[in-house]
């Protein structure tokens, strides 16, 4: 620590650090542009100069690092010249049209410039043009004119998402922002540019011209889409949801939001929206009022119960619903008799329930992870199921972590991967088993030698690895290893309340019937809460077979969708948004949040609907008043810290025997729940394009086809046309076909035998 | 794709910086394209990019940001004329309607022939011998006449470059 003097004040402050990070330490602003505490310094903008003592001129504040006894005059004479010069320099060039710009009342040049610019402009003369670009359906970079270029956007895209999409080419005034030819910005962190240009030159093209930053009110809420919990800022107005932005926490998001957190908030205003709740009579759907659909749904699930007994009545909630949701949900069907119940729609494998020692969790902190200096990541598309966390290990990849991979696709992390294992998902647990003996024996080469040269070990298993039809097996190898390497294991969520789910018991316990056995047996009725089957289930035929084959089909849901064909009612719940609510994160981190707006039409909340249920079907103790309430009973007495363990045992690994090509399928990342699939802007990025049968080109050779070319995939009896395409980072044997979307809804298990032929 | 003169050429490039500092060869590598193209496509830098392991948007940024290289076809023989201060006082832009007239160009054109494009130079650091052209940024001629500048002409034409 060293002592200096800022304004007079006496602040300590760590040797290295820079004059305007030790003044933001003591609360004193320094006017600033460029200069960001998550980006490297590039001290272009000239905005902070501040007066040094002894230094003959202004010194840029975020690139001095700060010295014993010096003193720094922030506001002194010599300083405001300064600022006040650079001010005048940078708008030389913007143009003053506050009034028309998206970025006013929140610019931070619209801010500076009240405090450091003149009223009058001395400059007259010609301002520089700089053309409007089009790098997506995200960003919006129209005005570039308006560009001071800060390169705060650059250097996130180098920094942060690894990736550098953007650029400055050119020179002096002709200097300007760009794409490489006509580019589009394809990173899953994207949205983080708009909030990081303190001008309006990048700017949300959904939210454009939408509204004044003014008008909007700020809510607080954790976002549904991952399972990290990343907080929200919600921006509504008129009771819709105009905007969201990051909520700052260093612990979980820093000051950055995913694309899919940032742009999902496009689906609760979609058109699909269910507003008022709907009976299927004689065939054709009629609107009804609540009363009258509850009525029915009761009487229906009664009758079920007393004629062909309470087992043959299911209920599957998708991962993002509450946990007040998903604790009235499985307190309603276990008080009509019924242990069927369950969340974990992706999963295939459930040996390890009843083998685990409490619920599966991160393992660690999210905080954590990023301090580990040697990770090993199984069965995860990390950038696009958890773009954040693919950005925090980025970062302690920099600072000299290892990241070790074993994976069935070799997509791009944007990070320098240490060791990899690209195979065949039948052989991930031959393996990890291979990694687990090495560790054991102390090998000195490939992952297991990495591990065991780290201190700070984290074995992560993604989502890919707990949809595997082994996930046990690799659960217990992943404890194996973590346990000869000092380190620790946990799952990433594939969910937002993945937790929470297994806290508020909405799983099966004793007899009941897991979501894979529920749909492979066909139940006479189901109670969906927000599922759509087809898209949020391990095998979407499968899936759909059975609720075809229901008596009865009871939909929960926000949207119209597919369950119009084979459910008899809807019934409209909030989104997220429009409920209070808690999610326990993957970190196992309870945020409970109040709704943003109210409930769209005659949408209520999915409580109040189970509520009234058990109310109608005479279940006792459904008289809650409010969420917080359902909270205190569901983790009553629940230490959630306590709770949480991955520790399983008595799992035996084994082969698995396959034939023909195998599927690998990856859940699209604008494609994980029904929010984001409605979200059109996110709809119309990259991301979000047509699956295509992914296959490595031997393969491709053996089949006779060329890549570009209509194939026919087929799995059991359903079968779909998709475009083929090469990736030689697929191992050999496996076709990738993305889950979860429409156009391969017709489909089987999410893994598996698959077979794929000339259309 | 580069051509394998221009990849043996980057090669021996990239012997003079570490091994995982392949993009330093960066400048180097687009003056092998240019020597060989005449001018950088867009398509060269995506190339140049993939070959020395960088974002084609950080080759982009380099080949913007010198002067030297050409963003498009610039006829066989590039003429890049100073236009700087001291040659503009010592009588650059005679030198400089000279040619466009001599040519029949403009500034910034090619002649149709595709033999001689005419460029904006910045300063070559030589104002003792102003005004200044360069050719193909290769062989600088001083103390600009127009008869020099025939004669410059001349033996470019008759391939004595």
């Not at chain 1, 687990?436 to 690895?465: P, Q, T, W, Y």
């Not at chain 2, 503009?88 to 033999?115: F, R, W």
Request: hydrophobic content about 40%.
């Amino acid at each position: 620590m060293i002592n200096i003097e800022i304004d007079g004040k006496q602040i300590q402050t760590e040797n290295g650090s820079t004059v305007i990070e030790a003044a933001h330490q003591a609360g004193i602003a320094i006017p600033h542009f460029c200069y960001h505490k998550k980006l490297s310094i590039a001290a272009n903008c000239r905005m902070c100069l501040v007066q040094v003592e002894k230094a003959p001129k202004p010194l840029p504040a975020c690139a001095t690092p700060v010295s014993e006894g010096m003193k720094v005059f922030t506001h002194s004479e010599q300083a405001v010249k300064a600022q006040k010069g650079v001010m005048e320099f940078l708008l030389v060039n913007h143009p003053l049209d506050c009034p028309i710009c998206d970025q006013g009342g929140e610019c931070m040049l619209q801010d500076m410039s009240v405090g450091y610019g003149q009223g009058h402009s001395r400059y007259h003369e010609e301002k520089r043009m700089v053309l409007a670009k089009d790098i997506g359906p995200l960003v919006a970079a129209e005005e570039m004119a308006r560009c001071i270029n800060c390169t705060r956007c650059v250097r996130f895209g180098q920094e942060i998402a690894g990736q550098m999409e953007l650029g400055q080419a050119f020179r002096g005034e002709h200097a300007e922002i760009m794409s490489f030819v006509s580019g589009t910005v394809e990173s899953e962190l994207s949205g983080n540019m708009i909030d990081l240009c303190p001008v309006g030159a990048l700017t949300s093209k959904p939210f454009r011209y939408k509204a004044r930053s003014w008008e909007l009110s700020r809510r607080r809420s954790v976002s549904a889409h991952d399972s990290l919990g990343s907080g929200l800022a919600v921006q509504t107005k008129n009771n819709r949801v105009l905007r969201v932005l990051p909520l700052e926490n260093d612990e979980i998001n820093e000051c950055w939001l995913s694309d899919r957190d940032r742009f999902a908030y496009e689906g609760l205003n979609s058109e699909q929206r269910l507003t008022k709740p709907m009976i299927k009579q004689g065939g054709q759907w009629q609107e009804v009022d609540w009363q009258a659909a509850l009525e029915f749904c009761a009487n229906g699930l009664r009758q079920i119960a007393n004629g062909a007994g309470a087992e043959q009545i299911g209920a599957l909630a998708t991962g993002n619903s509450t946990l007040e949701e998903m604790y009235l949900l499985q307190k309603l069907l276990r008080g009509i008799g019924s242990d069927n119940v369950d969340f974990r729609l992706r999963q295939s494998d459930f040996s390890a329930d009843g083998k685990q020692q409490g619920a599966p969790w991160l393992g660690m902190s999210i905080a954590d992870i990023g301090r580990a200096d040697r990770i090993l990541i199984v069965g995860s598309f990390l950038r696009k199921d958890h773009p954040l966390l693919a950005a925090r290990i980025r970062q302690a990849v920099k600072q000299g972590a290892q990241i070790n991979v074993i994976h069935a696709t070799d997509d791009d992390l944007l990070m320098k991967v240490a060791h990899k294992a690209i195979v065949a998902p039948n052989a991930m647990v031959e393996t990890l088993a291979q990694v687990a003996k090495d560790a054991a024996s102390k090998h000195s080469n490939g992952i297991a030698g990495s591990l065991a040269s780290g201190e700070r070990v984290a074995v992560l298993l993604g989502n890919f690895a707990q949809q595997h039809p082994q996930a046990a097996q690799l659960q217990a190898l992943a404890q194996q290893i973590a346990n000869v390497t000092n380190g620790k294991f946990g799952f990433i969520g594939d969910s937002a309340n993945g937790v929470g789910g297994y806290l508020v018991n909405a799983i099966p316990a004793g007899k009941g019937l897991n979501a894979a056995a529920m749909l492979a047996a066909p139940r006479k009725a189901y109670v969906l809460l927000n599922v759509e089957p087809e898209l949020d289930c391990a095998d979407a035929q499968q899936a759909i077979a059975a609720m075809q084959a229901a008596d009865l089909v009871i939909a929960m849901s926000a949207y119209k969708h597919g369950a119009t064909e084979y459910a008899d009612v809807l019934l409209p719940i909030a989104p997220f948004t429009e409920t209070s609510g808690t999610f326990i994160s993957s970190e196992g981190r309870v945020q409970s949040f109040n709704g943003s707006v109210k409930p769209l039409g005659e949408a209520r909340p999915a409580w109040k609907v189970l509520r009234v249920l058990g109310n109608l079907l005479k279940v006792d103790g459904f008289g809650y008043e409010t969420t917080q309430a359902v909270r205190d009973e569901a983790l009553n007495g629940v230490d959630v810290a306590a709770r949480l363990n991955n520790a399983v045992s008595g799992i035996e690994t084994g082969a698995a025997a396959v034939n023909g090509l195998q599927r690998v399928a990856d859940v699209p990342i604008y494609a994980t729940d029904a929010i984001v699939r409605r979200a059109v802007s996110l709809q119309a990025t990259k991301d979000a394009m047509q699956p295509k049968a992914w296959l490595h080109s031997k393969e491709l050779s053996k089949l006779g086809v060329a890549a570009g070319v209509q194939v026919k995939v087929a799995q059991g009896q359903g079968s779909a046309l998709l475009e083929v395409a090469i990736d030689d980072g697929l191992p050999e044997g496996v076709v990738r076909v993305a889950a979860g979307h429409p156009a391969t809804a017709t489909l089987g298990a999410m893994f598996g035998t698959i077979t794929v032929e000339r259309a | 794709m580069l051509s394998q003169q221009i990849t043996t050429l980057i090669d021996k490039e990239l012997k003079k910086y570490p091994a995982d500092q392949r993009q330093s060869a960066v400048m180097a590598a687009l003056r092998f394209v240019q020597d060989e193209k005449g001018w950088i496509a867009p398509e060269d830098m995506a190339d140049v990019a993939q070959y020395l392991d960088m974002p084609q948007m950080a080759v982009y940024e380099v080949a913007t940001f010198y002067h030297m290289y050409n963003l498009k076809p610039m006829g066989k023989h590039t003429l890049t004329v100073c236009t700087n201060l001291s040659c503009t006082l010592c009588g650059a832009g005679d030198t400089v309607s000279y040619l466009e007239q001599k040519l029949g160009i403009k500034m910034n054109e090619v002649t149709a022939d595709g033999k001689f494009g005419l460029r904006e130079g910045e300063c070559m650091g030589a104002c003792i011998d102003a005004p200044l052209l360069n050719v193909n940024n290769k062989k600088m001629c001083g103390k600009l006449t127009p008869e020099k500048i025939d004669s410059i002409l001349a033996d470019l034409e008759g391939g004595k470059a």
